[in-house]
């Protein structure tokens, strides 16, 4: 089975306080930032190696992005991946419908049984770039999926609905799927793993290389900020026994209006 | 959800039965030669009312139970032949009491033997009690189930000959008590009450022990070992009934091996001497290797290669790591001390034979009334090969046992078939009764004494 | 891998799993392997885990999440290397670290310890926060960034990220200060030490953090190394010569005891206090040092010392070790190892648990809570224990 896993490097913003905007106010600072693999991403890989492992065939990682990009490419290849691409562009903030674009006419070219991508990421959380790409290029599509078991022409794969509630689908090959997290666990990547990768050969591909030219991607949408939320003063805790809260609770909801 | 595991979680809390793989892959083991066999569910009860619960559900799903103490019996009396419940033991690990006055202890199942050293030495330094020589991960429990015997066998005997009451739990689950805590006095004699043959020797197939009174002895201020050499073995049988005349040893062990190749050949005696005072010290000396000893040693038959003071308790034993391969395995034989010769010389020739580096030992139990003579066998675990010569040698010892008038002591599968084979008939027939009315159903350590086949 | 690749592989079958492993050297009960004292179950003993690696490589039993948390259950504290009586004692945590490299190449292994390297490999931490809050445990402290000072200070992961720890390392400093001892801190440029990694079979990472710090330390001219934790203590002092990097390290309690007994500390003052000092297995059973921080601690008026049962040599691991302390497969139980040790202190009539290690500080005061023990034994660091003797605190 041919497999494409798309993926994106995203920064490590597990502290509250590690983002902040830029002064073009359409992007946050990078520096003293830490970067990574999109978490989603690392699961939709992990998918792809263990269909990889069980039926065969080749793993292809790709990402749109500059040249720092390349370390989540060599993590892709220690991970169990056979080739790597790397679209050069700098679209971390861009119009995911641009980014889709591109991604469909790297696709287009590769042979391509499965299409994996994250259900979403980490920094913008759109959410659409699967979805785009697979109507781009007129394959069936399912988003956030929790379980995945991959046959000779179709994989039989579960989504999470509300309330733990699952729909199961069979769907016939080719077919793009954007996993959601949880539905492995994603092995470790060891920096001896990480070295013997840095010794692969990465593929670089330019806008032109693909027959793209810059005046093709038009945007549909344009960031025009990007912000942080306002500090409130903080929560106010209310002690004592239970009538004495209540009591306390009914005075501030009428102070404040709420009736 | 396999519901006997979820009965037996409800028994002993979750963290305490294990189905995994990798817990059924290591407690399908005895360290020695025997073939593993996996268990069904390992579990580890921390009270006698738990060990009751588990029973009395192995009753009713028919399912068998093997009682596991430090697994070192190297006989296999702990391999799961039929699956089941593998119980370990250990957990149930509490000194209940230590009275100085009578002179006992009485302790859980499940207490090693190092910790009652080290406790007796800390809390109460003026007792002592017969100390096995295993390593110290042997529990008190397996040790008298298994009728061991300990650093103090030439005065007192047998470790099971040491207890003065049993808390058992019967194949049907009811909990029994033997000995004086049986009518609610303390636990300091066993006799005269009906006493406990039922739990000893068995193999663990009547009951699970949960509880001993075990008997304990002055701890003398000082303590060391003489060291003394013969070069004919048939010596050594007359020194052993002349040193337990004195009665004045704690321990009297002959011992001879191939390696290091300098005392290939050679009888050695380790002779335990205890006094409260250099006075007493030296008077014991003096009887034993002036008075007793000293016709060999002026004669030249023997030597005295010395007194050192203080005892390793527990004892430290490298034998498993003799042939860098991981494992050992002997054959323990209750034997007429007269035999002593012939065990040498018989043993070192099936030890040859082998291929496996000789080693005997034998033990004073009692006043001379017995040895415990124990061949042992080493293997390298990874050489296949090495295991069978091991295994095979361990079988032949069996019979020599009984061909030269001895019975074994433990004996795993092969040996306990030698011994059946040759029981009283009314004998037998009795073990089958006892068995039938204590465990129904079968399910006590099934594969082991297995009388009615 | 199979067995035949193992670099054990001669070895790995000697275990007779006679299970001296599982005592201290004094034989008080046999609980003293952590993993064992928290499971009780034989997979959980020394023997037992290198009965299981034999039989994982040799295809007896499959790799499963369960073999490797019992494998990373092992906090490397060494009890068993000492107990071991046979020859091959000393390859004891070898063996059980090059199964869990063999682990950590195939990427297969606990969540919690996967989360730990990539935390380090991001950040140079295992907790994940962010490089450029590493030195942030100086604030208000006027510690001076290393600039060709006598010593470098060296705080590690656990002390500079810990809201505990900080606290013992910001009063390390002031004790130091008060000696106007000259030294120097890496503050954000400090990276982890690697140790931990190393006891968790990351081989190749924790070779990338000695090079870098060995680098590190040499661009800076830094000769001589006090260390607050006993695990960068001991990579320091035993590993990174391997990588050309051969320092004068010190744990802070040997510099502490010099510095008392030369009289640049005054611990006159005092105080009293009935204190028991729990042996950090890294610089105890590992490098052999059970006598500095005592030394230290007994200098001081008015503190009356009392040792647990088991001390120096026979110590119960806090169960912090091999990366514990944030992957805690020992937590969660009475029979936690930091949980029977507060008891065992607690037990003698200690009011003061003494540690000379953040990890075990941070496990012991976890335990002390658990135990409902908080009104009768508080868990000092030396350092603290010697900064209210100079009348510091």
Same mark, same amino acid.
């Given at each position: 089975m041919d497999i494409i896993a798309c993926i994106k490097r995203v920064p490590d913003t597990s502290e509250a306080d590690a983002i902040k905007i830029d002064g073009s106010q359409r992007d946050i600072q990078k520096s003293g930032l830490a970067f990574k693999i999109n978490d989603w991403d690392e699961y939709a890989l992990e998918a792809a190696v263990q269909i990889k492992e069980k039926l065969g065939g080749t793993l292809t990682a790709v990402t749109v992005g500059h040249q720092e990009?390349?370390?989540?490419?060599?993590?892709? /290849?220690?991970?169990?991946?056979?080739?790597?691409?790397?679209?050069?562009?700098?679209? =971390?903030?861009?119009?995911?419908?641009?980014? =889709?674009?591109?991604?469909?006419?790297?696709?287009?070219? /590769?042979?391509?049984?499965?299409?994996l991508f994250g259900a979403q990421s980490e920094d913008f959380g759109s959410g659409q770039l699967g979805a785009m790409v697979a109507e781009m290029l007129g394959i069936p599509h399912a988003t956030l999926v929790v379980s995945l078991e991959a046959g000779e022409n179709k994989v039989h794969i579960s989504r999470e609905l509300e309330a733990g509630t699952l729909e199961s689908y069979m769907i016939g090959l080719p077919a793009l799927l954007t996993i959601h997290t949880g539905i492995n666990q994603p092995r470790y990547i060891s920096l001896g793993g990480i070295k013997r990768a840095m010794k692969e050969e990465l593929q670089v591909m330019s806008?032109?290389?693909l027959g793209l030219s810059v005046d093709m991607l038009v945007p549909m949408m344009k960031l025009e900020r990007l912000e942080l939320p306002l500090q409130g003063k903080g929560a106010e805790l209310i002690t004592g026994t239970p009538e004495e809260a209540a009591e306390q609770l009914a005075k501030t909801l009428k102070g404040a209006g709420i009736f | 959800m396999d519901s006997i595991r979820q009965a037996l979680a409800e028994i002993v809390g979750e963290e305490h039965v294990s189905t995994h793989p990798e817990e059924l892959y290591i407690y399908s083991f005895d360290l020695g030669t025997t073939e593993p066999h996996r268990p069904d569910y390992a579990v580890s009860p921390r009270t006698t009312e738990e060990v009751q619960g588990i029973v009395k559900l192995a009753n009713k799903e028919k399912i068998p139970v093997v009682p596991l103490g430090g697994g070192l019996s190297l006989a296999g009396i702990a391999v799961p032949f039929k699956g089941g419940i593998c119980l370990d033991l250990k957990r149930m690990d509490s000194i209940i009491e230590v009275n100085e006055k009578a002179r006992y202890a009485v302790v859980e199942c499940g207490v090693s033997q190092a910790r009652m050293c080290s406790y007796l030495e800390k809390h109460h330094p003026s007792l002592t009690h017969s100390e096995p020589g295993a390593p110290g991960s042997a529990t008190v429990g397996g040790n008298i189930a298994i009728h061991g015997q300990g650093d103090l066998a030439q005065p007192y005997g047998f470790n099971s000959d040491m207890v003065? +009451?049993?808390?058992?739990?019967l194949p049907t689950g009811e909990v029994c008590r033997f000995g004086s805590c049986a009518i609610g006095a303390s636990w300091f004699t066993l006799h005269p009450l009906?006493?406990? +043959?039922?739990?000893?020797?068995? +193999?663990?197939?009547?009951?699970?022990?949960?509880?001993?009174?075990?008997?304990?002895?002055p701890r003398k201020r000082i303590r060391g070992v003489g060291l003394f050499v013969v070069e004919d073995e048939e010596l050594v049988p007359e020194i052993m009934y002349k040193l337990t005349q004195t009665q004045m040893a704690e321990d009297i062990i002959a011992f001879s091996q191939a390696i290091p190749p300098l005392v290939s050949g050679v009888q050695h005696f380790t002779i335990n001497l205890a006094a409260d005072s250099e006075k007493e010290l030296e008077f014991k000396q003096e009887i034993i290797w002036d008075d007793t000893l000293g016709e060999y040693i002026r004669s030249g038959a023997g030597g005295f290669l010395g007194f050192s003071r203080g005892l390793d308790r527990p004892a430290v034993s490298k034998t498993s790591d003799w042939r860098k391969g991981g494992g050992f395995e002997y054959v323990g034989s209750i034997m007429p001390i007269e035999k002593y010769p012939e065990c040498y010389r018989r043993g070192r020739e099936i030890s040859e034979r082998h291929g496996i580096p000789y080693t005997v030992l034998g033990r004073c139990i009692g006043i001379a009334h017995a040895m415990m003579f124990s061949w042992t066998y080493a293997f390298n675990r990874a050489d296949a090969e090495t295991v069978k010569q091991a295994r095979e040698a361990l079988h032949e010892t069996d019979d020599l046992v009984l061909e030269l008038g001895g019975t074994i002591w433990k004996p795993g599968l092969y040996g306990q078939k030698l011994v059946i084979e040759r029981l009283d008939p009314n004998t037998l027939n009795l073990m089958k009764k006892v068995k039938q009315l204590l465990d129904p159903n079968g399910i006590m350590n099934p594969g082991n004494w297995e009388v009615s086949q | 891998m199979t067995l035949l690749d193992y670099k054990y592989a001669d070895t790995i079958h000697r275990c007779f799993r006679c299970g001296y492993c599982k005592f201290p050297v004094n034989w008080m009960d046999v609980n003293n392997c952590p993993a064992y004292a928290r499971f009780r179950m034989e997979t959980y003993s020394c023997g037992g885990r290198l009965w299981?690696?034999?039989?994982?490589? *040799?295809?007896?039993?499959?790799? *499963?999440?369960?073999?490797?948390?019992?494998?990373? *259950?092992?906090?490397?504290? @060494? $009890?068993?290397?000492? @107990?071991c009586p046979l020859r091959f004692n000393v390859d004891i945590l070898n063996m059980i670290i090059a199964a869990k490299s063999e682990m950590v190449e195939s990427g297969r292994i606990p969540s919690s310890v996967k989360e730990f390297l990539e935390n380090i490999q991001r950040q140079g931490n295992p907790y994940g926060h962010s490089r450029v809050k590493r030195g942030e445990w100086m604030e208000g402290t006027e510690i001076e960034p290393y600039q060709g000072h006598d010593l470098l200070y060296y705080v590690g992961c656990v002390g500079s990220y810990d809201d505990r720890a900080q606290e013992v390392a910001r009063m390390l400093g002031k004790v130091l200060q008060k000696a106007r001892v000259s030294f120097g801190v890496l503050g954000n440029d400090e990276n982890c030490d690697g140790n931990e990694v190393s006891k968790l079979g990351e081989e190749t990472l924790f070779e990338m953090l000695v090079e870098e710090n060995v680098a590190q330390f040499k661009k800076l001219g830094i000769q001589k190394v006090v260390t607050l934790s006993p695990h960068s203590y001991n990579a320091m002092k035993n590993d990174y010569p391997r990588f050309n990097g051969s320092f004068d390290v010190m744990h802070y309690t040997q510099l502490l005891k010099s510095l008392i007994s030369d009289g640049r500390l005054d611990v006159s003052a005092g105080f009293d206090a009935v204190v028991t000092y729990h042996d950090p297995c890294f610089l105890g059973r590992w490098n052999n040092e059970y006598e500095a921080a005592r030394n230290v601690i007994t200098a001081?008026?008015?503190?009356?010392?009392?040792?647990?049962?088991? $001390?120096?040599d026979s110590t119960l691991c806090c169960g912090g070790g091999g990366g514990n302390f944030y992957i805690d497969l020992l937590g969660g139980s009475e029979r936690s190892p930091a949980r029977i040790r507060a008891r065992e202190a607690h037990a003698i009539g200690a009011r003061i648990l003494a540690v000379a290690c953040p990890n075990c500080l941070t496990m012991f005061e976890d335990a002390v809570k658990a135990e409902g023990l908080e009104e009768e034994l508080v868990v000092r660091?030396? *350092?603290?224990?010697?900064?209210?003797a100079c009348g510091i605190m």
């Open positions: 990009w390349n370390d989540i490419l060599r993590r892709a /290849l220690a991970m169990g991946a056979d080739t790597s691409i790397r679209i050069d562009r700098d679209v =971390a903030s861009e119009d995911p419908h641009i980014v =889709a674009l591109i991604l469909k006419t790297v696709i287009q070219r /590769l042979p391509h049984d499965l299409v806008l032109n290389d | 003065n +009451g049993l808390e058992v739990v009906p006493d406990l +043959g039922l739990f000893l020797g068995w +193999g663990g197939t009547t009951g699970i022990i949960t509880k001993i009174s075990l008997r304990l002895f | 299981l690696i034999r039989a994982w490589l *040799s295809g007896e039993i499959d790799w *499963s999440n369960h073999l490797a948390e019992i494998l990373y *259950s092992c906090t490397a504290c @060494k $009890n068993c290397e000492v @107990k001081i008026p008015g503190i009356q010392l009392i040792e647990m049962e088991r $001390n120096r660091d030396v *350092s603290e224990i010697v900064a209210e």
